[in-house]
Structures are given as structure tokens and as C-alpha cells.
């Protein structure tokens, strides 16, 4: 039996129910962390030592931290288009994995947490308006990738597309005026089309709204 685990309004849960559905894998889904809570029992903790979501338990198998997740998948999964044999094709749509995590996702959290999920009174709109200058000069480089081919790593989605894609969303949903450059907004419109990003990434956060706790 496969199960995820984790809040479907945890960004990094969706990026794995993204996957798991463009994979059509079967799972179960359980809803932890926020106001669902659970992260911190012996049952979960044994899981995952960080208390955190997402977990994957797949067979035997308990895997975490989502990007380690998403590289499981299509290894495990994937045809060759998600998993080619080439170390080196593999590092294409790699790259763009850890870019995210390490460039794009940072600003847009310090972006969300800053704004959306402070209470009004309580927000550094210079902080914020400094996180989101970083965000659109990310926005851009992906523009300027998006020149090569309609996807971030080539012709079809890879897992370039899932993290990046994942932030577009919340970045574009969140009440602050962002215009997308013209590529990226048509790659967004091409996410915006596939059931899994309609079901897991466009789905309602309201609830995370001035919610200042997890
Ligand atoms: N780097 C980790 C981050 C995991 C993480 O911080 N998860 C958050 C949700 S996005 C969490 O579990 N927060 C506690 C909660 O939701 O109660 C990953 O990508 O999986």
C-alpha cells in the first residue's frame, strides 16, 4: 500500500500529489501537519525524525523531504522521458530542482509568510517588496529558459516543471500585483490545463491566511 502524507495545502505535499497523479499512481492520502497536527507522535516521528510533511510510504519503503520524493518517483515510476538512462540528461531537469529550492522557493516563502500569512498590521511590506524583486528576477530567468522550449527541461513536463510550476500559483493568488513575462505565462497556462495541477496546486489556501503558526 502507498501512502502521502501531509496537509494538501503544504506546498511541498502538492508537488508530490502532482506527480503521483501524473504518474497515475495509486495512493492514500492523509491529511497531516497544520491544522490537522499529528507530526509530533512516536508513530510519525519514527517516519520522519524531522516531524515534517511530506512522507512517502511506499511498500516498506518511508521516504522524505519532497524533492528526494519527487527523484524516487520517477526513478521507481517514471517512463524514460521522466527517468532517461543519461546521468547527464537527468541533470537537465535536476538543476532546475535545485534551483528551486535553493533560489525561487526561499523568495517566494519569505513572500508568502511575510504577506500573506502575516495578520495586516503585522507586515514589513519593505521586507516583502525586497523578497518579491527576487522573485520576479527569478520569474525572468525562467522566461529566458522558456525560449529554448515550451517546457523548462524540453517538449513535455519533467520534474522541472513540478517545483518551479508549484510556486506560480500561491506567487500569482496571493492578492500582490505579479505579471508574468509572456513565457512564463504561457507555460503556466500549459500547467494550468493538466488535472493534477488543477486538483492539488490550484486548490483553495485560504485557511493559511493571516495564520501565523503551521
Ligand atoms: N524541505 C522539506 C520541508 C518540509 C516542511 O517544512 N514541511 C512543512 C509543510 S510545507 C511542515 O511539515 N510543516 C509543519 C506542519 O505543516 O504542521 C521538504 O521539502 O519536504
Known amino acids: 500500500m502507498r501512502k502521502i502524507y501531509g496537509r494538501t495545502t503544504s506546498f511541498n505535499v502538492q508537488k508530490v500529489l502532482w506527480l503521483a497523479d501524473e504518474l497515475s499512481l495509486e495512493y492514500e492520502h492523509l491529511e497531516l501537519g497544520g491544522r490537522f497536527g499529528g507530526l509530533d507522535t512516536p508513530e510519525f516521528t519514527r517516519l520522519n525524525p524531522m516531524q515534517k510533511v511530506p512522507v512517502l510510504v511506499d511498500g516498506d519503503k518511508v521516504i522524505w523531504e519532497s524533492h528526494t520524493i519527487l527523484r524516487y518517483l520517477i526513478a521507481e515510476y517514471g517512463d524514460s522521458n521522466w527517468y532517461p538512462d543519461s546521468v547527464y540528461e537527468r541533470s537537465i531537469y535536476e538543476r532546475w530542482l535545485d534551483w528551486s529550492q535553493t533560489a525561487f522557493q526561499p523568495a517566494f516563502m519569505a513572500v508568502f509568510w511575510g504577506y500573506y500569512r502575516k495578520p495586516s498590521q503585522k507586515r514589513d511590506m519593505a521586507v516583502v517588496e525586497k523578497q518579491l524583486n527576487k522573485c520576479i528576477g527569478c520569474l525572468s530567468i525562467l522566461d529566458r529558459q522558456l525560449e529554448n522550449a515550451r517546457y523548462l527541461a524540453g517538449n513535455f513536463l519533467t520534474l522541472a516543471d513540478i517545483p518551479t510550476g508549484a510556486v506560480i500559483y500561491r506567487l500569482t493568488e496571493q ?40
Open 175 to 214: 492578492g500582490l500585483e505579479v505579471t508574468l513575462p509572456p513565457l512564463v505565462a504561457a507555460w503556466y497556462a500549459n500547467l494550468q490545463r493538466r488535472s493534477g495541477y488543477q486538483k492539488w496546486i490550484m486548490s483553495d489556501f485560504t485557511e493559511l491566511k493571516a495564520r501565523e503558526e503551521f
